[in-house]
Structure formats: structure tokens, C-alpha cells
């Protein structure tokens, strides 16, 4: 385990001489209100594993210079959380980062992708996940713990080989390089507040300025006590009942207690002096709305109608339509079809699926059944 500055220095330097590393994490999760990073696994392509302690370290700074580098590659498996995790401890935003999860999703690979099957299918190995979800934050860790964590690291740089191989035959060479470059965004890694989170739900949709403000007020509130008792913060607040604070306007004891049941008394008068205060919050100084439009049963048919082109698309290339555009993505198509998320007009998504879901929604194709088969028809 690396557990001083020293050695985690002289490791980065040895990561920094290398043109691909494989990374990996554990973490523990519901245990506080949010995730604690507990080791961070690095593989080296002689297979060649380290861990790094990460409750040693105040911060892993020391790892920015790697993570943000061009020249490394980063290769990892289901990398979303675990890049989030790093890049908040480190400071960084991570730079060249190949997900072996994802990779094989756009290669169609037909398994389930979790490392266990991807390692099976590619190399004929079968690796326990017995200690995934052990106590990460134990020390010092169980042989058996280490054994599992470099494990995670050993086969990356392997499958990436695999992967890359068989995108080469494929021709989707174009369609990994464009998708491994949402790692790239800084975006990626600014985190939503706790309040935005809330205010973002759709039962939030309506809500006047400052009945958001009370909504942010009362989530800082639930964050900070959450924190300090360590408790999980919908375990002590739900957002539903939040948001029904701010709707009743709740200022008084009794109408906290009738909107929050399952808060504690002790805290109700608490919620209702902060609901109060937040109520006089100047409108230009609130939160703004972030909350979308419910959608209509029109729009319903029209997001169901974009499935159907999806799915299609999505059997011809013999990957899950998921991948290609997700439900929430068609929803905020259909509200704004001025506006498409920018995942639909960029990359492979745009040659696949983009330029049609554009002219379905601006009636100028539609999906027919010829001979048993759903066609993509435009009018002549």
C-alpha cells in the first residue's frame, strides 16, 4: 500500500515515464452522504499493481499531472464515478481516458459488461467480486482485499488491446475515439450542489423564486446535519418532503410536522424559521428554475415515436438502444426541438441517428412497415 508522499511521488513518476496506465477504485457509498474514496488501484502493462492508500493522503494532487495528460492513456472500467471521485480529491480534470465498459458497449459485444464478463469473454478468466462491496475502509486491509483490488487493474491494459482490435474490424475506430471524449469536459467533473439536484426534479417544476430559495435553504440545512451526524441525508430528510415545505410555505411548527412525517421533532421549528427567512429572498437574488415542463401525453407519443427510430437504429448496429439516446435525452428533444442535447449533433450519434431524429420531429420522415420490416421513409 502507498501510503507516504514519498512513495506516491516516486510512483507518479514511474506512471508519468508510461504511455498507459490502468486505474481503478473502491469506495464506500450510503454509509455517509456521499461517497468516501478509500484506495486507488494503478496497473502497469507488465502487470505490475499498486494501491494507494487514499485515507493517508489529505488530497492526491500528487496524481494531477498524470491524470490531466495528453499522452497517457488512462484505461479504466466504468469509469464515471470512479473519475468523479479522483478528480475531487486531486484537483484535476482528467484527460485521455479510455473505458473499457463503454468501448465494448459501442462494439456490441452482447454481455452484460460488468468486468467479470468482459474479462471472461475476452480472455477466458473468471474473476470473483466477492469483496466488492467489504469494508473498504477497514485497516489494514485482508490479503484477500488486496488480492481482489489488484485484480481490477491486472487485465485493463489487455482488454483495451482486444477492444481496440476488434473496433478495427468493425470500422467503429471513429465511434471510441469520439465517445471516450466526454471524459475530456471539465463539465463532466463540476458536480451538481445538493440543491441543484433537488430543484432539478420535475415535482420542482413551478416553483416561484423564492419558494426555491426556501428549497435551497432547507437542503443546506439537511447537508450540514446530514455531515455532522453523519447520516445519509434522505434518511433524515426526503427530497419529497422538502419540496412539499416549499410548495405549503410551510412557516409554522404544525404545518412542518404535517409536510415532513418523518422528520424529527426537534427539528421542526428549525425548518420552519428557515422557510420564513428563505420566503423574503429577493427574486433576483434566488435560485433559478431548473426544473423542466412535465410532459404532455403529445409529447409522450412524440418521445415514444423517437424510440421506435432509436430501436431501429439501434438493431441495425446490434448495440442497446440506450446507448444510442436515452429516454431523458428524447424528453428534452422534444421540449426544446430548437435546442437537441448536443449528444445527438455530434459525433457517431449524428451520423446514426441525429439527422433523423431532427427531421421526425420536423415532419419530414416517419417509420413505416414494409414487408414486416420498419423503414425509415422520406417524402419525395
Known amino acids: 500500500m502507498i501510503t507516504s508522499i514519498q512513495e506516491l511521488q516516486d510512483l507518479c513518476a514511474r506512471m508519468e515515464s508510461s504511455s498507459e496506465i490502468a486505474l ?24 505490475d499493481t499498486f494501491l494507494i492508500d487514499a485515507l493517508a493522503f489529505d488530497d492526491l494532487s500528487a496524481l494531477s499531472q498524470v491524470l490531466e495528460s495528453h499522452d497517457i492513456v488512462k484505461i479504466m472500467h466504468d469509469a464515471g464515478q470512479d473519475l468523479c471521485l479522483i478528480a475531487n480529491r486531486s484537483g484535476a480534470v ?29 480472455l477466458g478468466i473468471r474473476l470473483s467480486k466477492k469483496h466488492q462491496w467489504s469494508d473498504w475502509l477497514q485497516r489494514p486491509l485482508s490479503k484477500a482485499q488486496i488480492r481482489y483490488a489488484k485484480l481490477d ?16 474490424k468493425m470500422g467503429r475506430q471513429s465511434w471510441i475515439q469520439s465517445e471516450m471524449l466526454l471524459y475530456n469536459d471539465p463539465v463532466f467533473y463540476t458536480p451538481l450542489t445538493s440543491a441543484e439536484k433537488v430543484l432539478r426534479l420535475s415535482a420542482a417544476y413551478g416553483l416561484r423564486p423564492a419558494q426555491r430559495a426556501a428549497v435551497a435553504s432547507v437542503v443546506n440545512w439537511r447537508t450540514h446535519v ?29 404545518s412542518v410536522r404535517k409536510a ?39 409529447d409522450h407519443a412524440k418521445v415514444h415515436l423517437m424510440q421506435s427510430l432509436v430501436a431501429l437504429r439501434a438493431h441495425e448496429h446490434a448495440i442497446e ?36 431524429l431532427m427531421d421526425m420531429i420536423q415532419g419530414r420522415c416517419s417509420i413505416e412497415i414494409q414487408d414486416g420490416v420498419p423503414t425509415v421513409v422520406r417524402p419525395t
Open 260 to 298: 415532513c412525517p418523518g422528520l424529527p421533532r426537534q427539528y421542526h421549528p428549525t425548518i420552519a424559521q428557515r422557510v420564513e427567512k428563505a420566503l423574503k429572498t429577493p427574486d433576483h437574488q434566488c435560485p433559478p428554475s431548473l426544473a423542466k415542463r412535465p410532459l404532455t401525453s403529445l
Open 321 to 356: 438502444p440506450d446507448l444510442i439516446g436515452s429516454s431523458s435525452k428524447m424528453r428534452d428533444f422534444v421540449l426544446d426541438p430548437e435546442h437537441p442535447p448536443k449528444v445527438f449533433l455530434d459525433g457517431w450519434r449524428r451520423e446514426i441517428i441525429g439527422v433523423d
Open 226 to 254: 446530514s455531515e455532522t451526524r453523519s447520516i445519509h441525508p434522505k434518511k433524515l430528510l426526503k427530497d419529497v418532503d422538502i419540496l412539499r415545505v416549499a410548495h405549503r410555505e410551510c412557516v409554522d411548527i404544525e
Open 94 to 122: 482528467p484527460q485521455n481516458i479510455f473505458d473499457v465498459k463503454r468501448a465494448a458497449r459501442l462494439l456490441g459485444a452482447g454481455m452484460y459488461y460488468s468486468l467479470q464478463e468482459i474479462v471472461n469473454t475476452f
Open 24 to 47: 481503478d477504485t473502491e469506495f464506500i457509498s450510503g454509509r455517509y452522504p456521499d461517497p468516501v474514496l478509500c484506495v486507488v488501484q494503478v496497473g502497469f502493462d507488465n502487470s
Open 153 to 168: 487493474v491486472q487485465y485493463l491494459h489487455q482488454i483495451r488491446d482486444g477492444l481496440l482490435s476488434r473496433a478495427h
